[in-house]
């Protein structure tokens, strides 16, 4: 789980219920080199073995959310067809599919940059906070190449149609005033208390049912995949005799908070 | 069409080409029961047996639309499996579903509280109007279970991805100019004029064609269900040579108002 | 490419690398005519023929973009089923679906008036600048007919579900800075620097990399007509091989600007 601190790492620290995933590239605005990729997928897969865990934090080191990939890595395989396929289908898409694939609530605590990989990053988690002076945008086609095509569907789906074309087809880089606005942002704070934000998000979380979380962060991983709802009915309510069920209407009525 | 006043009640009134449904529970901030489902899907259901209806006002009674479901029938019959999916799939959706079947555009006139089972509703009608003070979540993850796969389905479709994962898995309570800003909500007054603005877009719908509005209704709902637009073609055009084409274009060019 | 000036035209000039469509009806408020629903998709097919093109700016003559279809003509053909499906899937979805087949980014920049068939024409445009003072709506329902099917959905995707539930249900006429919040236009700014801020975007796209813009619009075109991202790998990292991928990283390596 740890990198070479040349080409950057995925820190991963545990602070009793919560989780804190940090981006960390000195001197490279925490852009994602190849380890970087491999790491965060190893990492958010290593939550799954953590039961107590009830929120993770995905933040970048210092002032910086993410600036994109490592550009200084891709002569080396990008113009091979298959390297570059291994890259984005098994690296890429296996780091943001681990992150997608969490039944944990994930909070983008937004600082600073956020381009490329960042908005990827940033668009596998549930609640996205960020300092009014974050950064967003996808400017690829100032690098000559396309997004993937897994990357655009979770971008647009995220951002939306508007914003994704905007990113893309004129790398335009927007304001976190304006993501608020668009839906993609649930707050914009100003830039020193980002992570007091993100905290305070992650802490409400873990007051809240574990099985709720995973049971919803499953539903709708299914239905943006294409689920219909109908195909999800078959274990939808075996739930029914949960102790966590029992308990959060035992606590509402007899007017006590819940403890989950 | 009548419910015990214990358990509250759906009360529906027609006046002339406008009904009105309200969601009354005296006590418990319109808060739905099973009956009141029940009632939900008749009472929506009869509105096809009323040619001369143009639109359809959807309220709560007094200072508040509805503040969820009725928790305190849940112990009876939440926590087993059958029992469970019954109340989800057949009372729950079904009076969900009975609004989404209806071709009458539904506005729903929201204030005060609108949470859970509100939402749903709300994200059932095609209008939204609400007071500025209105709050909107649903925060079951306190009570300790997920939503039900239709009914995310249905709230996220109408609401969005990112507030429907705020108000899942943070239990997020916002408020009405968020809820707009979002997309959600088509316009938000003071609470004292919601009644007002409600009933003004309700009677803009009775001048307009009602073969317009069903089948307008009816192309989004297949849409909104998965049907891929060239499924819905065979019979789009069979409205050639309804006397509402022919008036309306009639009209226009005579520079009168239509009479549909 | 010429039509006759009492139907109305659609003018194509070419400046450059970048092609200027003008939607030209004067006296009907650039209203779409039968022959211009022709000349549109003649118009955008040829501009497949011209390489040297990178972004295409669609705009209404004078101060309105284009206020809906040609009711003058309607009586003509409406009533008759067969001749209204023919106008709908061939004259109408021709003409936008050759906006939506191009690889090119289209920027609309609209004023005054953006109504019906202005609205669907705007929905099939990448980027959307709008003077403060544009109207846009679909109001047919006060011509009593519906919207066709594949219409919806356009205007559905494009503006929202919300949105079009407005526009078509409602007959409602909205505005532009609502439509900016509401995630639709990218830019509001004033009358009169309309023209040179879909300019300037036009201008941007020009230095970016064609190949980039070519295949991030066939990404997503593909995902909104519903393919899922894994049916759209097997020609994704075809491109690596590319002078403009090459060109562009290496121009970010060596800090200089890229040349495509």
Redo the contacts between chains.
Sequence with gaps: MEGSPVSGRIDLRIDGAIARLTIAHPGKLNAMSRPMWRELALAVASLADRPALRAVVVAGEGNHFCAGGD??E??DF????A???DF??REVWGGLQALLNCDL?LIAQIAGHCMGAGVEIASCC???VAGVSARFGAP???????????E??LV???T???????M????AVIDAPTLK????L?AVVPDDTVADEAAT?AW??TE??P???R???R??R???Q?A???E??AQ???????P???????A??NKRP?V?
Tied chains: 1, 2, 3.
């Design positions: 550009i200084s891709y002569p990008r113009f091979d067809e390297a570059l396929r984005h289908e609530p549930d609640l996205r690829i086609a100032r690098l000559g190449f396309p997004m993937a095509p897994r655009v569907e647009a789906r995220e939306g149609l508007a914003t994704a074309r905007e893309l087809l004129q790398a606005a668009r839906g993609f649930h998000r409400r979380v809240l049912s099985l709720a979380a049971l919803n962060k539903t709708l299914a239905l943006v294409g219909r709802p109908d999800l009915l939808a309510y075996a739930y029914a005799d949960h966590e069920h029992r308990e959060g209407i035992d509402f009525l819940p989950f």
